[in-house]
């Protein structure tokens, strides 16, 4: 199953991923009109910052932008009490609609990746952004400016933690 | 031939253990045997007693689950089980032939003993038919007394609550939720309940259910009466162990497990909340009767008996609730008042503790600079619940960031060095993806 990484020596920190995985989870899916409207909610993806120093990003550190890893088996799965929290061809989907807000799944992910805010919200995979705007299918990889986040298997990404990073322009650091 | 796997009890173990079963041996013979007609989830019966949700939206499986993974459903008791022959008797005479039996037969309210604990009004809240008990005398009753100030007994008065009676808790304790909170975090919601007009009374010694035709109130040890209509139980489960006795399955408190879920009987196998499995808190064997636990060690059960040999980690005392729109997450011993079924003395050598505003409350317990304990009440400080329960399971010396574990949000990211510090501890693959990410 296809899901998404982060390479952590490309993310610079810079939470465009938040931002536009934010913005695909309201009504209108436009950053402007959904600030208009007062439509955003809670990211369901987070840059953190490795270790804990504040500022080790700007000066060279590790930032890593996280959500939902579809585990499997998920305990966010087993500690529904409702059902909503479910597998769907190896994706872990919450079906809000039948959620409660008992947060039984928040004390169980140890990754912090589910959202209590109602309904527990957490990464979707974006399932029907292909379709709807013929474009990539996730919203934060597209938005990454800098292809930190990945979408495939661990495998392929790994072939990718293997390539060094060069910069295109040769005057860079 | 083909393998005949029995399992009694359609619950949380119960389901969890026939999904797994179907999944993995797909022409087996699955079936599972419950008295009660529908599966639905007893968590939510608080819910649908306060009129949250309908009957419909009690199920947690869909209503085809039993067609789509071909599993025979029997409405019926299991009256008898003979080990040596691989029988279970059923309530309507039928003899169920395994080669495998699961037992999620789960657990049943405890009654206090209380004089007329046991008439006609008086309620534990456990089954479907209870929550329907209590809605049908809901027309006739303005004033309910909850006996017991545990998890089930707040939801069963906040319910009541939002149902229009005048209700009233009475704690043995010297305050609520003492199985769950320190009394610091339990004082805030004794507040928010009284806030919301529930009457809690601690330290309250029922001893009589008092009235002749219908109930006319409760007596205390002091003397004093509260009027009621109806009353309400929630003092805890004990585990359902009837359909063990005179076999030789050996038995606590509940059916003793090994970390193959297996009983000390040969293919019999106990999941769930009659299940007294390794607990990774107390190094002995223990019941958290709580509904996550038992999904995986029905899962884990069913794995056990086809043959594929896995471990169970172990539970641990925690939970998560929400009274009047204020969330509570806690879990471990250490948050405990040492007592006969609380905590147990020197679980912890230091706390620390934030209340930036009302209703607002983190407090961790440590113990050599392990999370042993942990209270969060509100809706941002609950968001860290996974990851600090994650340092708690695993042990991990959390010392380097001690400072920050207040302020720590969802992120795992903070907590990622020592993650890759003890990583042979974080064995399940999204972890070691995550240690091998950042190792770069």
């Known amino acids: 199953m296809e899901r998404l990484f ?29 600030v208009l409207y007062g439509e955003l909610g809670p990211p369901r993806r987070r840059v953190q910052t490795v270790g804990a120093e504040p500022y080790r990003v700007a000066i060279g550190g590790v930032a890593l932008s996280l959500s939902c890893h579809h585990c499997d088996p998920a305990p966010c799965v087993d500690a529904c009490i409702t059902g909503a929290m479910h597998k769907e061809d190896g994706q872990t989907v919450c079906d809000v609609e039948k959620c409660v807000g008992c947060w039984m799944c928040v004390m169980s992910c140890p990754y912090g990746a589910i959202t209590p805010k109602v309904k ?18 996730y919203a934060c990889v597209e938005a990454c400016p800098t292809e930190a986040l990945f979408a495939g298997t661990f495998e392929e990404f790994q072939r990718v933690l293997a390539e060094p990073i060069r910069a295109v322009w040769e005057g860079a650091r | 031939m083909t393998e005949r796997y029995v399992i009694v009890g359609a619950s949380a173990a119960g389901s969890s253990a026939a999904e797994t079963l179907r999944r993995h041996a797909p022409k087996a013979q699955i079936t599972v045997v419950s008295d009660e007609k529908i599966t639905y989830s007893k968590p939510l019966l608080s819910y649908y007693l306060a009129g949250q949700l309908g009957e419909e939206q009690l199920f947690f499986r ?52 209380v004089e007329g604990i046991r008439r006609d ?31 089930v007994g707040l939801k069963v008065a906040s319910a009541l609550k939002e149902r229009g009676l005048s209700v009233t808790v009475l704690v043995d304790s010297p305050h609520v939720l003492s199985q769950m909170l320190d009394e610091s975090s339990a004082r805030i919601f ?62 606590d408190y509940g059916i003793l497990v090994d970390d193959s879920l297996r009983t000390s009987v040969e293919n019999i196998y106990a999941a769930g909340d009659v299940a007294q499995a390794r607990d990774v808190l107390r190094g002995e064997p223990w019941i958290n009767a709580l509904w996550p636990c038992a999904v995986e060690q029905g899962r884990i059960a069913a ?23 204020v969330p509570v997450i806690s879990a471990g011993l250490a ?56 340092l708690m399971e695993r042990r991990v010396n959390v010392a380097p960031i001690k400072e920050e574990l207040l302020e720590l949000g969802p992120d795992l990211g903070r907590v990622l060095p020592l993650i890759v510090e003890h990583k042979e501890r974080f064995v399940e693959r999204e972890f070691q993806e995550l240690v091998q990410t950042v190792g770069v």
């Open chain 1, 6 to 34: 982060c390479d952590p020596r490309r993310c610079v920190g810079c939470r465009a991923c938040e931002i536009a995985c934010a913005v695909e989870h309201t009504p209108s899916k436009d950053l402007f009109r959904s």
């Open chain 2, 190 to 251: 004794e507040k928010i309940f009284e806030q919301n007009g529930v009457n809690i009374y601690t330290k309250a010694r029922p001893v009589a259910v008092l009235g002749q035709e219908k109930i006319e109130g409760v007596q205390l040890a002091s003397g004093e009466v509260f009027e009621c209509d109806i009353v309400v139980v929630g003092k805890g489960v004990d585990p359902s162990l009837e359909l063990i006795e005179g076999t030789p399955i050996r038995k």
């Open chain 1, 120 to 137: 527990a919200l957490k990464c979707d995979l974006c399932p029907d952004r292909r379709e709807r705007t013929g474009r990539s299918r």
């Open chain 2, 62 to 113: 869909a209503p085809d689950f039993y067609e789509r993974y071909d599993i025979q459903r029997i409405h019926a008791r299991a009256v008898g089980l003979r080990p040596e022959k691989n029988i279970v008797e059923l309530s309507d005479g039928q003899k169920l032939q395994y080669d495998k039996l699961l037992l999620a037969t789960g657990a049943a309210p405890r009654f206090p003993k």
């Open chain 2, 303 to 325: 794995l056990n008996m086809l043959g594929k040999e896995m471990s169970y980690r172990g539970s641990m005392r925690m939970n998560s609730v929400q009274f009047f729109g």
């Open chain 2, 121 to 151: 009004g008086v309620f534990g809240l456990r089954k479907l038919e209870d929550a329907q008990g209590i809605l049908a005398r809901l027309p006739n009753a303005k004033r309910a007394v909850v006996l017991g100030g545990g998890l």
């Open chain 2, 335 to 390: 948050v405990l008042t040492p007592g006969p079924l609380g905590g147990r003395p020197g679980e912890h050598d230091e706390t620390i503790e934030s209340r930036p505003a009302p209703g607002i409350y983190r407090k961790i317990f440590l113990k050599d600079d392990t999370i042993v304990g942990f209270v969060l009440v509100g809706d941002v400080p609950i968001e860290a619940a996974g990851v600090l329960r994650i």
